[in-house]
């Protein structure tokens, strides 16, 4: 199992929104986290990177509870948050901005994932070596931000609307590539989303959130046996 919570509540000050939220996710398995908005998607996730605290429960990834680790720590342990909205440098071009990312995280032991592996995944990142990130198309600067994630050879990726702005067919083909990806490398990832058909399209489990409380919580066999909309 690359991440589980058990029962974790957090929240903002002294209020608790998440209420006793659990769930787990296998190595290269898709959990698509679906809920209207305020339900509680980005403070799990938040919770989960350590960016709020946990008030209770454990989070474990490969079996080590780091609920209690700061952000830094849970980062060197393969965890990575791409926000919602671009997490690219707007001025650079792809090169540059894969080669600052590369730079900062080669670690003695060596990065497992280079930035030729990066360009042999997302070709079109290759194609666009000279582009300055800010004058990509929507879809183009998601490919770079998922890139730039791949740098640090992450276990689990936490995905935060990564379809805002786009147009349907390039949130099928990003899904399509940041799924081919994970079952690859065996990266796991939460897709946070609100293009519910799309995300269903390569989910392999499925998570809702309605007002803190996980109100469904299955396979994608199960999810496609119900009708989702009765959860929110
Ligand atoms: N910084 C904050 N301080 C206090 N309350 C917050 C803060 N951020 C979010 N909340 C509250 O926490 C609840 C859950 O918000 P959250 O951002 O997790 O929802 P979400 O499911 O991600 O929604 P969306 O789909 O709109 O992004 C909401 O009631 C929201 O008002």
Request: hydrophobic share 40%; glycine share 10%.
């Amino acid at each position: 199992m690359t991440l589980e919570a058990r029962n974790l509540v957090a929240g903002y000050g002294d209020k608790s929104i998440l209420e006793k939220v659990s769930f787990n996710l296998a190595d290269g398995e898709i959990l698509a986290f679906f809920g209207h908005n305020g339900a509680g998607k980005s403070t799990t996730l938040k919770a989960v990177l350590g960016l709020l605290p946990a008030k209770e429960g454990q989070i474990l990834l490969d079996g080590e509870r780091i609920e209690h680790l700061t952000v830094s720590a849970r980062l060197k342990r393969g965890l990575r948050l791409l926000p919602e909205g671009k997490g690219v440098f707007p001025d650079l071009n792809v090169q540059d901005s894969i080669e600052i990312v590369s730079q900062s995280n080669r670690d003695p032991n060596g990065a497992k994932i280079s930035a030729d592996d990066v360009y042999d995944l997302l070709p079109v990142l290759r194609d666009r070596r000279k582009t300055i990130a800010g004058e990509m198309s929507g879809g183009q600067q998601q490919m770079l931000a998922f890139g730039l994630a791949l740098l640090g050879s992450p276990k689990c990726v936490l995905l935060e609307e990564p379809s805002v702005g786009l147009q349907p067919d390039l949130v099928e083909e990003l899904f399509g590539k940041m799924s081919d990806i994970c079952k690859k490398l065996s990266i796991s990832a939460i897709l946070v989303e609100h293009k519910i058909a799309s995300a269903m399209k390569i989910a392999d489990h499925v998570m809702i959130i309605n007002s803190g409380k996980l109100v469904f919580n299955g396979s994608k066999a199960e999810a496609e046996q119900i009708n989702l909309w009765n959860y929110f």
